[in-house]
């Protein structure tokens, strides 16, 4: 009974955690949720942080989840830029940013990784509404921004030309105006550099 009781109050939620539940009850006991763990009836996605079984099959849901066991965050990075269309492999992980330390989780949802910014970075990310909460994720400017920014190494021609960028998506879809207003806000001369040269490789003018 006090499973069903659970379901019906937590179903909605999708990822719940556990200050929710002790919000519902105030003493509930702990180790039922590693009980339902191990039956299966719940899904365990990192310390305090749940959800049911079900959702593994519901399309866009890791995204959810991305957003909610570590927050503040948003979807940015490689994964972002191959939800895009702008690398061409498959990416595994779900890449995120956050204000907070660089974390990485496991679960039978997959592995969401965070990188840290400082919080006057952290921005440029869309809204989307998903089953009654949001999913945020970098608009595709940010997105580069954040992976040039975090990962200094891709400072070549050679390691830009081994991101394989689709070149037809950069052409009509980047916002290069956008793309610089945000480059001013990291106030970065050597992120500025990288940026330039990922024009130049690209064959894309800077206006």
């Given at each position: 009974?006090?499973?069903?009781?659970?379901?019906?109050?937590?179903?909605?939620?999708?990822?719940?955690?556990?200050?929710?539940?002790?919000?519902?009850?105030?003493?509930?006991?702990?180790?039922?949720?590693?009980?339902?763990?191990?039956?299966?009836?719940?899904?365990?996605?990192?310390?305090?942080?749940?959800?049911?079984?079900?959702?593994?099959?519901?399309?866009?849901?890791?995204?959810?989840?991305?957003?909610?066991?570590?927050?503040?965050?948003?979807?940015?990075?490689?994964?972002?830029?191959?939800?895009?269309?702008?690398?061409?492999?498959?990416?595994?992980?779900?890449?995120?940013v956050s204000t907070l330390k660089t974390a990485s989780f496991?679960?039978?949802?997959?592995?969401?990784?965070?990188?840290?910014?400082?919080?006057?970075?952290?921005?440029?990310?869309?809204?989307?509404?998903?089953?009654?909460?949001?999913?945020?994720?970098?608009?595709?400017?940010?997105?580069?921004?954040?992976?040039?920014?975090?990962?200094?190494?891709?400072?070549?021609?050679?390691?830009?030309?081994?991101?394989?960028?689709?070149?037809?998506?950069?052409?009509?879809?980047?916002?290069?105006?956008?793309?610089?207003?945000?480059?001013?806000?990291?106030?970065?001369?050597?992120?500025?550099?990288?940026?330039?040269?990922?024009?130049?490789?690209?064959?894309?003018?800077?206006?």
């Open positions: 009974m006090l499973y069903n009781d659970f379901k019906i109050n937590f179903n909605e939620s999708g990822c719940f955690s556990i200050h929710q539940i002790f919000a519902w009850k105030q003493n509930f006991d702990q180790s039922t949720l590693t009980r339902w763990c191990k039956k299966g009836l719940i899904i365990k996605l990192r310390n305090g942080y749940y959800t049911f079984p079900e959702y593994i099959n519901v399309a866009g849901f890791s995204l959810c989840i991305a957003n909610q066991i570590y927050k503040p965050s948003y979807v940015s990075l490689h994964y972002a830029l191959n939800t895009y269309g702008l690398i061409p492999e498959t990416v595994i992980n779900f890449t995120s496991s679960n039978k949802f997959g592995v969401f990784s965070y990188r840290t910014v400082k919080p006057s970075l952290f921005f440029g990310y869309k809204e989307t509404p998903f089953m009654g909460r949001s999913i945020y994720i970098a608009s595709l400017e940010k997105a580069i921004l954040d992976l040039l920014y975090l990962f200094p190494f891709y400072n070549t021609e050679q390691e830009l030309e081994e991101l394989r960028f689709d070149q037809t998506v950069l052409e009509n879809n980047l916002n290069k105006k956008l793309l610089f207003q945000y480059l001013k806000k990291y106030d970065s001369p050597a992120l500025e550099r990288r940026v330039d040269l990922l024009m130049k490789t690209n064959n894309l003018c800077s206006t």
